[in-house]
């Protein structure tokens, strides 16, 4: 439910994610979007930012614009595919695309005929790398490790390779490509380059911007069926997170900014933590060393981000310290 500066008694307790208004979905909503070649990641967030405000002006002219909105990692401007966005409310909960990893597809353009054991020496990087940022990134460039989770060779034409690469966030595909090329002996670079998954989307849903403007024109005409489709309630991006359902009661207090006590805590999806899920919770591990976890009320209402720092089965303490309120 979208709040206003003037109505300090409205809760602040959204509605269900499937019962929401199309102005609330706007205000907290996820959209897919298939990035296409040409314009940079910030300017299609502008564009999409521009055009839900304009619908939300002739749906709900008393309610709030949104600020802005969050794209899932930067693409070049030459690059396409999946880069989930979120919107309004819903930028708070950005940092969720750091614990996912993503997927690439790329064609590799080797300098000289691929040499014959080319499948070898690039499984080879299917392990944890090195990697420098290039000196037009907007980190400090310093050596780092990242890890390629799977690198597979789908087809290899005398001097191209078609690459599929699962990997942790934050990899510098481009470089991975130079370093490759380097390790055959015969040199490379990065040719197109489509990212396939932002975990936890995929390309199996993606939505052209024309597709996003077509939704939010139909809905300004009464026609919401398919701005349902394309934008989707923000706690789809955060299906890939540990869950904590807390009491309705507990998250009135965190929209205050009160962590998560153990008394306000219903369930905890223990599987979604793996092994070391007890452990964590029993030494009290704090900071970035706690899982990042995503709170809702009973309904499915995203709550807050934060860490799990004590027991869920404890009388009293706290549970869950805080990161981002997201009511």
Not at 138 to 157: C, P, Q
Not at 201 to 228: C, I, K, N, V
Request: hydrophobic residues 40%; negative net charge; charged residues 25%.
């Amino acid at each position: 439910m979208t709040r206003h500066p003037d109505d300090t008694d409205r809760d602040p307790l959204r509605a269900p994610p499937g019962e929401r208004s199309v102005p609330e979905l706007l205000r907290f909503g996820v959209v897919n979007v298939d990035k296409p070649a040409g314009p940079s990641s910030h300017q299609l967030s502008a564009w999409v930012r521009n055009a839900i405000n304009e619908t939300l002006a002739a749906l709900d002219p008393d309610g709030e614009a949104i600020d802005g909105v969050a794209h899932a990692g930067t693409l070049d401007p030459k690059v396409t595919g999946c880069l989930p966005t979120l919107t309004g409310d819903a930028t708070r909960a950005a940092q969720v695309f750091l614990e996912g990893g993503k997927e690439y597809v790329s064609v590799l353009e080797l300098h000289g005929p691929a040499p014959t054991d080319f499948r070898s020496v690039a499984a080879e990087f299917e392990a944890e790398i090195y990697q420098k940022p290039p000196r037009k990134s907007a980190v400090t460039r310093r050596l780092r490790t990242r890890t390629i989770h799977d690198l597979d060779v789908l087809e290899v034409e005398e001097r191209r390779a078609l690459l599929r690469i699962g990997c942790e966030s934050g990899t510098y595909i481009r470089k991975l490509c130079h370093d490759i090329g380097l390790a055959t002996g015969v040199g490379a670079h990065m040719g197109h380059l489509r990212r396939t998954a932002t975990v936890p989307f995929d390309d199996s849903d993606l939505h052209t911007l024309q597709d996003l403007f077509d939704a939010l024109a139909w809905a300004e005409d009464g026609d919401d069926a398919l701005l349902r489709e394309v934008v989707r309630p923000a706690e789809d991006a955060l299906v890939h997170l540990p869950s904590v359902t807390v009491a309705p009661s507990a998250a009135r207090n965190v929209a205050t900014g009160a962590p998560v006590y153990a008394p306000g805590v219903i369930d905890v999806d223990t599987a979604d933590f793996g092994d070391d899920a007890d452990r964590n919770a029993s030494d009290g591990a704090d900071g970035d060393d706690a899982p990042l976890v995503a709170c809702h009320t009973p309904d499915g209402a995203a709550v807050c981000l934060g860490r799990l720092v004590g027991d869920p089965d404890a009388d009293s303490g706290v549970v869950v310290s805080l990161e981002r309120v997201l009511v």
